[in-house]
């Protein structure tokens, strides 16, 4: 498969721990992007990566979430630690260039209890 | 507020009838997509960076960049259609896209 692949597909955390999640954009883009998803706010920017230099952190996300890009073919979304308003559906994206069309991998869903 | 007003937020059809989503930008955009997303699933591109009108089958897309609006049209809807439409924008700089807040179709038979 030549998408984007997020893993795991679905987390549980307890409040306070940190939790991981991983991506890997199709091989060859470029850009880089995670958002967050919930039905209230819809699809927020918490980080977008050009050439695995950071472009944006999404501000009100910097204190607990962190993402990095140690190549071009991994990306790491850090949230420590968890609360439980931070359930909800994390997606990566990736995409060629400025203008180009995104791949959205399939999500990790987030449950914090 | 929002750059990326979308309506309506939910709509119930019969199959068969037809759809009519809006996009609105508050902001000066660059280019915008039209993405679906099935219920759990991920977001796929329908419409990439339309400008006029573009049709794909059913859907057909219009979009006027300088009067910051687009529609999407579904005609002779389907029970497969249901699903949440989303828009976003891409502003004067960078890559990241601006997203609406979706409209959830659901469609009866």
Known sequence: DAGVTQTPRHEVAEKGQTII???EPVSGH???FWYRQTKIQGLELLSYFRSKSLMEDGGAFKDRFKAEMLNSSFSTLKIQ???????????C???FGPNSDYTFGSGT???VI | GQ???QSPTSLVLQEGENAELQ???STSLNSMQ???QRPGGSLISVFYNPSGTKQSGRLTSTTVIKERRSSLHISSSQITDSGTYLCAMRGSSGNKLIFGIGTLLSVKP
């Open chain 2, 3 to 5: 750059q990326v007003q």
């Open chain 1, 81 to 91: 630690p968890t609360e439980p308003k931070d359930s909800a559906v994390y997606l």
């Open chain 2, 34 to 36: 039209w993405f679906y």
């Open chain 1, 21 to 23: 999640l991983k991506c």
């Open chain 1, 30 to 32: 470029n850009d880089l």
């Open chain 1, 93 to 95: 994206a990736s995409s």
């Open chain 1, 109 to 111: 869903r987030l449950l």
């Open chain 2, 23 to 25: 996009c609105n930008f």
